[in-house]
């Protein structure tokens, strides 16, 4: 099991909002960073830090942090937003990289 | 723009070690960390480990054991050695760019550019 919890996962109606979150001891410490994975391709860089875009990516994705919870916020989700997403961040002992174990999105 | 190439065996018998390398290409070596990530077929992404610029490594405790990460600044190339490998260790293989910052007393961690993948099935 991974030290970063994830819904494993989220369906959200297109043009809706849709919040995706990741709990974990570590992240009152740490920013995670979030990627987004279609079938059959590397992940892509989404939301890092405590909320910066990759040049590319869509306003619509956003990043937030509160206590033990961070999330990923997509305002307005479009179809091609349908995807696995992955948050990532250091481990509860600080000395390592952990994934959560990554959210199904389905745009209905 | 950055971009990471990767190589490797896809193909390996229980026991053999894995051997991918991942060059750099367009950027600098530089301040990063470079990391080494897996997918194992229908399963999420695990952080194999990471070696950074100065030489300096980290490696997940599951796979510390088998796993060596290596670089040559002087290629911009790095590399992942797994030993002992079973078909456990099928997985698809990627490098990535990673970097850290800090806000305030928050540190985070990135990976912003990534290879394409590198499928390795492990079977006699």
């Known amino acids: 099991s991974s030290e970063l919890t994830q819904d494993p996962g989220v369906s959200v109606a297109l043009g809706q909002i849709v919040r995706i979150t990741c709990q974990g001891d570590s992240l009152r410490s740490y920013y995670a960073s979030w990627y987004q994975q279609k079938p059959g391709q590397a992940p892509v860089l989404v939301v890092y830090g405590k909320n910066n875009r990759p040049s590319g990516i869509p306003d619509r994705f956003s990043g937030s942090s509160s206590g033990n919870t961070a999330s990923l916020t997509i305002t307005g989700a479009q179809a091609e937003d349908e995807a696995d997403y992955y948050c990532?961040?250091?481990?509860?002992?600080?000395?390592?990289?952990?994934f959560g174990g990554g959210t199904k999105l389905t745009v209905l | 723009q950055v971009q990471l190439q990767q190589w490797g065996a896809g193909l390996l018998k229980p026991s053999e070690t894995l051997s991918l390398t991942c060059a750099v290409y367009g950027g600098s070596f530089s301040g990063y960390y470079w990391t080494w990530i897996r997918q194992p077929p229908g399963k999420g992404l695990e952080w194999i480990g990471e070696i950074h610029h100065s030489g300096n490594t980290n490696y997940n405790p599951s796979l510390k054991s088998r796993v060596t990460i290596s670089g040559d600044t002087s290629k911009n190339q790095f590399s992942l050695r797994l030993s002992s490998v079973t078909a456990a260790d099928t997985a698809v293989y990627y490098c990535?760019?990673?970097?850290?910052?800090?806000?305030?007393?928050?540190?985070?961690?990135?990976?912003?550019?990534w290879g394409k993948g590198t499928t390795v099935t492990v079977s006699s």
């Open positions: 990532y961040s250091r481990d509860t002992s600080g000395n390592h990289r952990v």
């Open positions: 990535a760019r990673g970097g850290s910052g800090v806000i305030f007393t928050y540190y985070f961690y990135y990976m912003d550019v």
